[in-house]
């Protein structure tokens, strides 16, 4: 994964990544500065005997292919509780797919299918107001005045996000579009979807209000010794017309809907904290079939993950 050599880019990454820093009370040495708090567990994919109708990637031309994934709560912060009804949603869930020795693509996704802003100027202004917010400010203080001259941020933050039950029981979205090419050199954009084969199941305030604070982390590891934990991948495609570079426009759901394939996550990663450490994702896929698209928020979001990853295996060297 390389870092961007645009200085203007760099900047902007550097100010994203201080923002996330300075909204998280500071830095924690060797953790994320988003969804911070997670957890790597291992697994097959499966892929559709549909899929190869939309790419010809690596991963759908096999029978499986081994993955890691990880899930998360949102915050920068390691002690962020699951049931924080604040800062622990969006969840979030990143998967690789292991297609050689230091070969891969990732998928990045969270649990609620929309996003605040469409580029890394704005996430940054977001942010910023977040930052300035003073509680005690006079109404409206600076967050409500950007939501007030953003409907997409404001609508991001007025969408239900319900605590679930489980991560196997929680629906997740990559937000952004991708170009898929067959192996006719046909193309069609879309967005994946990663949808709980034993269903979504949410908890409400006082259901979650009851829960311990790692009871998420508790909770998928018992379930994971017991059987796998399954997800299907679905591509929602679109049609002529439809946005693919703005992840703050949502497709109409009558669009159709294409099986990827299926995951079945077996165990937990062993040395899961330093593995969580060193594992860099990557939202750009770097893979034959599967391209990025114009989306301006791929580039600044690839360098933000590499940059503070590497941040994060310096923090375990000392």
């Known amino acids: 994964m390389p870092l961007t050599t645009d200085e203007k880019l760099l900047t902007l990454s550097h100010d994203v990544i201080e923002a996330f820093d300075k909204a998280n009370g500071g830095i924690h040495p060797g953790f994320r500065p988003a969804h911070a708090k997670g957890i790597l567990l291992t697994g097959v994919f499966t892929p559709s005997s549909k899929a190869a109708s939309l790419t010809r990637a690596p991963h759908i031309q096999r029978n499986s292919t081994p993955v890691t994934v990880r899930f998360s709560d949102f915050a920068g912060i390691p002690t962020v509780p699951d049931n924080d009804p604040q800062h622990a949603s969006p969840r979030g869930c990143a998967i690789r797919f292991h297609l050689a020795e230091h070969s ?30 003073d509680p005690a400010e006079t109404h409206p203080n600076a967050i409500e005045r950007y939501l007030g001259a953003h409907p997409a941020a404001l609508t991001f933050v007025q969408t239900p996000k319900p ?146 990853g590497r941040r994060r295996r310096a923090a375990g060297k000392h």
């Open 104 to 133: 891969h693509t990732d998928i990045v996704a969270h649990s609620v299918d929309n996003f605040p802003v469409r580029t890394a100027e704005e996430l940054l202004e977001f942010f910023n107001a977040l930052i300035a917010t």
């Open 163 to 308: 605590i679930p039950t489980s991560f196997g029981k929680e629906s997740f979205f990559a937000v952004s579009a991708f170009k898929f090419t067959n192996a006719e050199d046909v193309s069609r954009y879309g967005r994946y979807r990663m949808l709980p084969a034993a269903g979504n199941e949410y908890l409400d305030e006082a259901g979650a209000a009851a829960q311990s604070p790692d009871f998420l982390f508790d909770e998928i590891k018992e379930r994971v010794m017991k059987e796998p934990v399954k997800f299907r991948i679905i591509v929602q495609l679109a049609e002529d017309g439809d946005r693919v570079d703005d992840v703050t426009v949502r497709w109409p759901e009558d669009r159709p809907q294409v099986a990827f394939g299926e995951i079945s996550l077996q165990e937990i990663t062993p040395n899961n904290a330093s593995e969580q450490q060193q594992v860099i994702f990557d939202p750009i896929p770097r893979v034959d079939g599967i391209e990025a698209s114009a989306d301006p928020l791929f580039e600044p979001r690839a360098n933000v993950y590499l940059m503070t």
